[in-house]
């Protein structure tokens, strides 16, 4: 039976894919360096193989593409600070660009059968056209986003230059359990939930809102990202870039509001100046990942609702 690869196997979102091939029975090998990702994220499984390693390795990459037989390799490691990729740019260029020519090359050198990219919104950058289409201008305007460009040009270029099944997918704001809300740049989303679990326990904290709070997202459930992973796996989508997101924007006004519906009492709000170049509204368009089957299943309300139960527990 063949194995798939799955880097960045250990952090949020590996780690959901991870247990999704699990539960379809499938053979995981994960490569991941722990640099943000957790063992325990994973679970202890005979079909699961874990590597401690870096995709910027090139002698390990090679060992391990002879030593396995890689149907499919799902490339999610990557330096996912944006903040991380403006203060060391050099490194998150190593990790984010040069992994990703490394996975590339020796997936071609083996014939792997399908090669995904997980790619962000971030190539967008703060053009104003709305809703967001993968056809539109891009304008990467940070190391993080020119290197997930980049990678992303050299993915889908694979097919058209040596014919290899590979895609790539622009991720908008993933939220979701085991996502970490220790850094002030973590997702919004994990953040607030942990100040409302500190305020329930009888802390003094706030919610800090950078800006008035009209700023908007699409948030995406990150069970709806391991789907879309999957159906960009099976489809029809070889050179092709595919948002993925819900196509419903909403504000940190609006989603502080269906929390408060959730969980009740609300710490104090705190409104400070907004960050340096924070974009003012995001939200995709999912009519080119639609026409492949994909639809979100998780509306926002119902996500949160999942996220805080798990976090109650945690
Ligand atoms: P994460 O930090 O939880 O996961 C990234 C994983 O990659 C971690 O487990 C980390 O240890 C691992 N890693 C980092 N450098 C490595 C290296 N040199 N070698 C091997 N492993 C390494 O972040 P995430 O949110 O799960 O992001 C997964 C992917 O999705 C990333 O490529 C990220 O850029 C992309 N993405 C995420 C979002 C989001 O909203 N979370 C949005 C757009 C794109
Ligand atoms: C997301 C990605 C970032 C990059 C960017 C590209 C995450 C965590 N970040 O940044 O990596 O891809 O998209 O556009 O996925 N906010 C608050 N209070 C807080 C934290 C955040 O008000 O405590 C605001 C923040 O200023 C922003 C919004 O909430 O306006 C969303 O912030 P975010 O960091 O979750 O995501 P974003 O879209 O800025």
Redesign the pocket.
């Known amino acids: 039976m063949d194995f798939t690869l799955v ?2 196997g ?5 780690s959901h894919l991870v247990e999704e091939l699990l539960a379809r029975g499938r053979r995981v090998v994960v ?7 957790k063992r325990e994220n994973l679970p202890q499984n005979q079909n699961l193989t874990f590597i401690e ?4 390795d090139a002698e390990l990459l090679k060992h391990l593409f002879s030593e396995y037989r890689f149907s499919t390799v799902f490339h ?5 600070s944006v903040h991380r990729s403006v203060e060391e740019p050099l490194y998150c260029h190593r ?1 984010n660009f040069d ?1 990703t020519l490394y996975l590339l090359e020796e997936s071609k050198r083996v014939g792997v059968k399908k090669f995904v990219f ?5 190539v967008y950058g703060d053009l104003p056209q709305l809703p967001k289409r993968e056809d539109m201008a891009v304008k990467p305007q940070t190391p993080y986003a020119v290197d ?1 460009y980049a990678s992303e040009r050299y993915t889908v270029n694979s097919f058209n230059l040596y014919g290899f099944d590979a895609t790539a997918l622009r ?4 939220y979701g359990e085991r ?2 809300p220790s850094s002030p740049y973590s ?1 919004v989303i994990s953040i607030f939930i942990d100040r409302i679990k500190r305020f329930k326990r009888g802390e003094e904290t706030t919610i800090d809102i950078y800006g008035d709070g009209r700023q908007t997202r699409d948030f995406v459930y990150v069970k709806d990202v391991v789907g879309a992973l999957l159906l960009a796996e099976e489809g029809k989508t070889a050179g092709e870039v595919y948002n993925v997101g819900t196509g419903k924007e909403t504000s940190l006004l609006e989603l502080l509001e269906t929390l408060k519906e959730i969980v009740g009492e609300l710490p104090p709000l705190r409104f400070l100046p907004p960050r340096p170049g924070d974009i003012k509204r995001s939200v995709a368009d999912i009519s080119k990942i639609s026409s492949i089957g994909y639809y979100p299943k998780f509306p926002l309300k119902e996500g949160l609702k999942r996220l805080w139960e798990w976090s109650v527990k945690t």
């Open positions: 880097t960045g250990a952090g949020f979102i590996g490569i991941d360096d722990l640099s943000t990702g390693g870096s995709i910027t999610l490691a990557a330096v996912a990790v992994g997980a790619s962000s919104a971030a997930k991720f908008f704001n993933v996502q970490d997702g």
